[in-house]
């Protein structure tokens, strides 16, 4: 697969760049591909009262069949595998992948471990990335921003 780009250089060349089909908003359905929860307890505040990330035209969606992009977080289980592929054929084109966290962009301290099918780079190509473990809300409202434009 590809090598994940920063959340400052989104696209892979193959796909439009997300000014291009995003018009300032992203509706984004969350994965959790096998993570140990501290990157969804940092989206939950990313879009809480506090951060608000409406505010910046970034929605959670309950559906891939309504996002614009995939937020994905931990290393791509086993189990996950499948799902994660389905999830991203099920979210209409044009689309984006964001791998969220240390463990989605190279498995972080899951790596080796037998049940881990690979990073989110290793199972669907990934368009961004936004680094840290877990990343602080500040930091995943920055690269949803430059996603957005706004």
């Given at each position: 697969m590809t090598e994940p780009a920063s959340a400052s250089e989104p696209g892979d060349g193959s796909r439009?760049?997300?000014?291009?089909?995003?018009g300032g908003s992203l509706q984004i359905r969350h994965v959790d591909a096998g993570s140990c929860n501290g990157c969804e307890l940092e989206v939950g505040s990313a879009f809480g009262p506090?951060?608000?990330a409406e505010r910046f035209g970034v929605r959670l969606v309950a559906s891939p069949r309504h996002a614009d992009a995939l937020l994905v977080s931990?290393?791509?289980?086993?189990?996950?595998?499948?799902?994660?592929?389905?999830?991203?054929?099920?979210?209409?084109?044009p689309k984006l992948v964001?791998?969220?966290?240390?463990?989605?962009?190279?498995?972080?301290?899951?790596?080796?471990?037998?049940?881990?099918?690979?990073?989110?780079g290793d199972v669907v190509a990934v368009d961004a990335d936004i680094p840290g473990c877990p990343p602080d809300p500040t930091e995943i409202l920055r690269a949803l921003r430059r996603l957005t434009g706004r």
């Open positions: 439009p760049a997300p000014g291009e089909f995003l506090v951060y608000d931990g290393p791509v289980t086993k189990n996950m595998a499948v799902p994660l592929a389905k999830t991203l054929e099920a979210t209409p084109s964001i791998a969220l966290g240390d463990c989605a962009r190279d498995c972080g301290v899951f790596r080796g471990a037998y049940g881990i099918e690979g990073a989110v």
